[in-house]
């Protein structure tokens, strides 16, 4: 099933690029309604893993060990870090840092490499983990709500078959921990979506659905028979807290959908308007206002069929669970294609086996009229507190959304959710109340978009979720005296969270330390400082000082202690 890998052998001009990405214009028809698509853009190769990174770039790489970036700014492509073996068929999602655990690789068709790396986009640099259990050739990778991966299924080789084996990558000992009670064939890259219920939910592409339990040594338990059947190469989201829709997929391809509610006491499968088009490799991607948009994909029988290429997009409605049809782009995109939501607010397609090759497609929300601007939001949010978003269009906003950076590959998408958070108008902004709970937002990094009445959203900022820490500790303290009652300090500033600093002091005699029961607290000043002036001092006496951090979590560690003496007055 592997694909030609073919690459171009040269890098694109930024000219060739942005000239690539040109808007094709679209003759009667209401791009409020359809949106539109823009020319196809030339890549070096046809992208079967992509991800939208924390740095607001795109990670995307093909049948070898050859990453590349892409720059949605400026359509610009550049070589990234290499991980050092083939990380073709591979699972991947996010860690609550941002970087990007990837597990299993390609070493043949239907044998998998035991490998496990993390990608940081910061650096761009790969580091090797240790192997899981045995080789992983498809596998899925789940982030837990406490920021450990699960990962399932995947060929070891053509006689083991696929690995049974559940395992869970452990940030805080760096180790796998294996779940041996919760032994089960299932299929190669299958739908897991973490529940409310803190279980993983396996949507598909089976008919049988189940809950694992990852406590202890795990389990398994079956929740419900979808109505349809085995849907390969379908796609499944999880379109709201605890509601999952799948659709397509299967041979002869399906236009199907359906969907199950895990909040319900009795979870079971509802089916619901069809798609227009019957699609086998599809991508189904969720839009900053909740719907769902379904590209690509073949209506013929087999494999990966381009005579039944599909080239209209079509975008479901959860409120109303109907469908519309959408515009079209120009190529085939199934087996090995992609799509993923970007930060402003299109959503980039490309791949599939045919195609090195991409394209944006700007929903019709972007025809809808002027979007509303964040003009600042926190870098960090934290369960359970509010935060406050400053837009000068706070009386225009209905909604406030979170929606998780993307990590996809053969039409699953590992780790897109939405939560629809609560929030209220205020002077300047917004007060928007932080994610409840870590089953509904697992730790890491999500796109926050706020949308006005007319369901215009804003472009994103990428916001890191977690649970409340105390900031990191300031460093580089000095103190200078300016005078014989004056002393002024200044320290770097190394947190991102700190609600403000506490700043200590001990008088003391030259050459002997002051011990921890010597120094009080004199000052406390607001987030964001980075100095300070005593003053009322005595002359020609020393003064010893620290600084740390604080916020609702808690105190930082201690800054470096820093001495200075004021001097005796003049006459």
């Known amino acids: 099933m592997r694909a030609n890998g073919r690459r171009l052998g040269f890098l694109l001009t930024a000219a060739t690029l942005l000239a690539g990405l040109s808007i094709r214009p679209v003759e009667a028809q209401d791009l409020s309604v359809v949106g539109q698509w823009s020319s196809p853009q030339a890549w070096p190769v046809t992208a079967v893993h992509n991800h939208m990174l924390p740095t607001g770039k795109v990670l995307f790489w093909g049948y070898s060990d050859e990453a590349w970036l892409w720059d949605p700014a400026t359509a610009g492509l550049t070589p990234a870090a290499r991980a050092g073996y083939n990380t073709f068929c591979s699972g991947h999602s996010f860690l609550p840092d941002g970087r990007l ?20 986009a910061a650096s761009d640099s790969w580091v090797r983990l240790p192997n899981m259990n045995a080789g992983r050739w498809y596998p899925t990778n789940t982030t837990l709500a406490n920021g450990d991966v699960l990962v399932v299924s995947g060929d070891v080789d053509t006689v083991q078959g696929v690995n049974r084996l559940p395992q869970i990558w452990q940030g805080a000992t760096g180790a796998w921990r294996d779940l041996t009670g919760a032994q ?10 973490l529940a409310p219920n803190g279980r993983v939910f396996a949507s598909g592409p089976s008919q049988v659905s189940w809950y694992l339990d990852t406590t202890g040594s795990g389990s398994w338990s079956a929740v419900a028979n979808s109505i349809y059947g085995f849907r390969p190469y379908g796609s499944s989201v999880l379109y ?3 509601k999952v829709f799948i659709v397509g ?4 391809p399906t236009n199907t959908a359906e969907v199950i509610d895990l909040n319900a006491s009795t979870p079971a499968w509802r089916s619901v308007s069809p798609m227009t088009y019957k699609r086998r490799q599809i991508n189904a991607t969720l839009l900053p206002d909740g719907t769902v948009l379904v590209t690509g994909g073949s209506s013929s029988p087999g494999f990966n069929e381009p005579a039944g290429a599909v080239y209209a997009g079509e975008l479901w409605d959860p409120v109303t669970e109907t469908w519309t049809t959408v515009a079209s782009f120009t190529q085939y995109r199934g087996y090995h294609s992609f799509t993923l939501l970007l930060p402003d607010g299109r959503v980039l397609s490309g791949g599939g086996d045919a195609s090195m090759s991409a394209e944006v497609y700007s929903p019709g929300y972007l025809f809808k009229g002027a979007r509303p601007v964040i003009t600042s939001a926190p870098s960090t949010v934290t369960y359970g507190q509010p935060f406050f978003v400053t837009t000068a269009d706070a009386a225009q ?17 590992m780790e897109q959710r939405i939560n629809r958070l609560a929030f209220s108008a205020a002077a300047g902004g917004l007060n928007v109340a932080g994610p409840t709970n870590s089953n509904l937002s697992p730790p890491g990094h999500y796109m926050l978009f706020i949308l006005n009445g007319s369901g215009v959203p804003s472009v994103a900022k990428i916001v890191r979720v977690d649970t409340a820490a105390p900031p990191a500790a300031p460093s580089g303290l000095t103190a200078t005296a300016k005078s014989a009652t004056r002393i002024d300090l200044t320290w770097t500033d190394n947190a991102a969270t700190e609600d403000g600093f506490r ?3 001990c008088t003391g005699v030259v ?4 011990a921890d029961a010597d120094f009080a607290q004199i000052a406390q000043t607001g987030p964001n400082t980075t100095t300070y002036s005593d003053t009322g001092l005595s002359a020609a006496t020393a003064y010893s000082y620290r600084v740390r951090a604080f916020n609702g979590a808690g105190n930082s560690a201690y800054s470096n202690a820093a001495t200075a003496i004021t ?4 006459l």
């Open 240 to 242: 709201d807290d605890g």
């Open 184 to 193: 089960l064939a299932l299929p190669l890259y299958p739908f897991m979506h």
């Open 567 to 570: 001097p005796v007055p003049l």
């Open 101 to 120: 655990l990837v597990t299993g690789g390609h070493i043949s068709n239907d044998v998998g490499l035991s490998n496990a790396a993390t990608y940081d």
């Open 249 to 252: 997929g299967s041979d002869p």
């Open 503 to 505: 700043i200590e002091r």
């Open 397 to 413: 906003i209905s909604r406030v959304s979170l929606l998780r950076l993307s990590s996809v590959t053969h039409a699953f998408n």
């Open 511 to 514: 050459n002997v330390t002051c």
